[in-house]
């Protein structure tokens, strides 16, 4: 099934068992993902999984950011709110990658493209992109990269 119309019948089944709250959160993500269709057939016309996921992973960076300052500004409610939209996103992300695989396949990238240094992310970053695709959380993977490659 894909990622939209996974969403869509969550909507549905949302809407029939009256959970007002989880209706809400997936209207917002459906709008994100028609705002990304209405882009795209500007340019090429289809929007792919790929490009649906980073979508999903720019609005829970951005819900994250949001309940952090929410904590911070003595607004515990509205953090909770926000982090209540974060796991309703979560949901339709791939499964992440663990630490222990991201790290090995870091240490395979590094030696596939010969990184030597910093001025080599890229390449590495490029590489494990290729091999994981929507799977591979960019902002997760870079981290390790720089970790890896300062050592």
């Known amino acids: 099934m894909s990622l939209r119309a996974q969403i869509m019948d969550d909507l549905k089944t949302a809407m029939k068992a009256g959970q007002s709250e989880k209706v809400a959160q997936i209207r917002g993500i459906t709008a994100k993902l028609k705002d990304l269709e209405v882009a ?11 490009e649906m996921i980073s979508a999903l992973r720019s609005m829970i960076k951005s819900r994250t950011e949001s ?4 904590r911070q500004g003595g607004r515990p409610e509205l953090a909770e709110k926000e982090e ?3 796991a309703t996103i979560q949901s339709y992300l791939p499964p992440e990658l663990d630490e222990g695989t991201l790290k090995a396949a870091i240490d395979e990238a ?10 080599d992310m890229g390449k590495v970053m490029a590489a494990l992109k290729e091999r994981f695709g929507s799977d ?4 997760r993977a870079s981290g390790l990269v720089k970790a890896r490659l300062s050592a």
């Open 40 to 50: 795209a057939r500007a340019k090429s016309g289809e929007v792919t999984e790929a």
């Open 67 to 70: 309940a952090a300052m929410y």
């Open 84 to 86: 209540g939209e974060i």
């Open 110 to 119: 590094v030696t596939a493209v010969g990184a030597e240094g910093m001025k």
């Open 136 to 139: 591979l959380d960019p902002a």
